[in-house]
């Protein structure tokens, strides 16, 4: 499989979470709060490990330096705009954790707190990844020679080892297909 295919199949597992996370934030205002039962827990746990950790250290570990080796700009080019939208996403992260933290501490506010970063979180990616699957990724498919792509490809197993661990990207595809079957069937 070549690099950018990986990334796109981790896309389609980003974009599935965020499917999620969009009808629990839906059952979170019908129903006036989070609830313990429900899986935000596991779902900010695959934005910070999978997405970030993971997915985006193969990017900007890799991905990106390779690009810039091709002449893709980073400053003021796709690269730069990529950076700089992960940066985003892992702010808004942490303002879902701090929000839920608050919640459940009896800050009942911050529950509208939670669903507009989970909300602004749902948007900044399902654009980031239309712009990488659409624009970035097929600049690196026509630049990248077969030893580029086999290196890249390595290397991103690399970091699935060292960065999350042996098995935990399957765990994560588990949880999804749990997560999927109650609130997407």
């Given at each position: 499989?070549n690099?950018?295919?990986?990334l796109?199949?981790?896309?389609?597992?980003?974009r599935?979470?965020?499917?999620?996370?969009?009808?629990?934030?839906?059952?979170?205002?019908?129903?006036?709060?989070?609830?313990?039962?429900?899986?935000?827990?596991?779902?900010?746990?695959?934005?910070?490990v999978?997405?970030?950790?993971?997915?985006?250290?193969?990017?900007?570990?890799?991905?990106?330096?390779?690009?810039?080796?091709?002449?893709?700009?980073?400053?003021?080019?796709?690269i730069?705009?990529?950076?700089?939208?992960?940066?985003?996403g892992?702010?808004?992260?942490?303002?879902?954790?701090i929000?839920?933290?608050?919640?459940?501490q009896?800050?009942?506010?911050?529950?509208g707190?939670?669903?507009?970063?989970?909300?602004?979180y749902?948007?900044?990616?399902?654009?980031?990844?239309?712009k990488?699957?659409?624009?970035?990724?097929?600049?690196?498919?026509?630049?990248?020679?077969?030893?580029?792509?086999?290196?890249?490809?390595?290397?991103?197993?690399?970091i699935?080892?060292?960065?999350?661990?042996?098995?935990?990207?399957?765990?994560?595809?588990?949880?999804?297909?749990?997560?999927?079957?109650?609130?997407?069937i």
């Open positions: 499989m690099p950018t295919q990986d796109i199949e981790e896309h389609e597992a980003v599935l979470t965020l499917n999620i996370l969009e009808k629990i934030i839906a059952d979170i205002e019908t129903h006036g709060g989070i609830t313990r039962q429900s899986p935000i827990d596991e779902l900010l746990e695959f934005f910070s999978f997405v970030d950790r993971c997915h985006h250290a193969k990017e900007e570990k890799l991905l990106f330096p390779a690009l810039e080796a091709v002449g893709v700009g980073r400053e003021g080019g796709p730069g705009v990529m950076l700089e939208e992960h940066q985003q892992r702010e808004l992260v942490g303002q879902m954790k929000a839920l933290q608050q919640q459940r009896g800050d009942f506010a911050a529950t707190m939670f669903c507009r970063a989970s909300r602004a749902i948007d900044l990616l399902r654009r980031h990844i239309e990488e699957n659409q624009v970035l990724f097929p600049i690196a498919d026509k630049h990248f020679s077969q030893s580029t792509a086999s290196a890249l490809k390595q290397g991103f197993d690399r699935e080892s060292e960065e999350i661990g042996v098995g935990r990207h399957e765990e994560f595809h588990r949880m999804l297909g749990r997560l999927e079957k109650v609130y997407l």
